[in-house]
C-alpha cells in the first residue's frame, strides 16, 4: 500500500513537471503544488480515457492516458498563472518572473 502510494507521488510530480515544462516561462511554485497539480491531472485524465476507451490496458489506453494527464496539468499550470499569479501565457510578459511572493 505505502508503495503505492509513493509510485502515484513520483508519477504525479513527473506529469505536474511535464506540465510545467509545457508552458513557457518561469512558473516558481513548491513541490507540493507540482505534484498535486499532476495528481489532479493523471486522475481526471485518466477517467477521461477509460470513459472514452475503456478499461483494457493497450498500448493506445495507456498513451492517451499519458497525454490526458499531461494536457489537464498543463491546463492547471495555465490556469494558476493567469488567474493566481496575474501573469501572461504567451508572449514576452510570460518570460518575466511573478512579481512578490505566490504561493
Do not use: C, K, N
Not at 498513451?63 to 488567474?83: A, C, E, H, K, P
Amino acid at each position: 500500500m505505502l508503495w503505492a502510494i509513493i509510485q502515484a507521488l513520483v508519477i504525479a510530480f513527473v506529469i505536474g513537471g511535464l506540465a510545467r515544462w509545457a508552458v513557457p516561462g518561469p512558473d516558481p511554485m513548491p513541490v507540493w503544488m507540482t505534484t498535486l497539480f499532476g495528481l489532479v491531472g493523471s486522475t481526471v485524465g485518466s477517467a477521461i480515457a477509460v470513459a472514452a476507451f475503456g478499461r483494457e490496458p493497450d498500448s493506445g489506453t495507456i498513451f492517451s492516458v499519458w497525454l490526458l494527464s499531461i494536457l489537464i496539468s498543463t491546463l492547471l499550470v495555465i490556469g494558476y498563472r493567469r488567474f493566481v499569479q496575474h501573469r501572461a501565457i504567451t508572449g514576452p510578459d510570460a518570460y518575466r518572473p511573478p512579481e512578490g511572493r505566490q504561493h
